[in-house]
């Protein structure tokens, strides 16, 4: 994967995470842009401001979201959660595949992250 893509990955998964957390203005922007795949021309009209002012409001809140990262760890633990539970799922497959309950369950898990 680019670099860029795992960049724009990245934000999106934060804005996921710690969406509540952001103003209307900040929400509405970073929806357009990463969510809608507006440019920031597009947004600019639609909001009457400058293409300046939306890369600039885009910029703070992406430093805002990785900031509650640093803080909260909503997306690394996620990240982590995630590896530990495919390594589970992976073990019980392996040494108790006649177990449908068992798989049963783990394979719940998965469903819920």
Known sequence: M???IEKTTQINMLYDFYQPLLTTKQNLYMQLYYGDDYS???IAQLQQVSRQAVYDNLQRTVKILTKYEQQLHLYRNFLRREKLLRQLQKQITQKYSDDVDLISVTNELMKLE
């Open 2 to 4: 680019s670099e860029n």
């Open 40 to 42: 920031l021309g597009e």
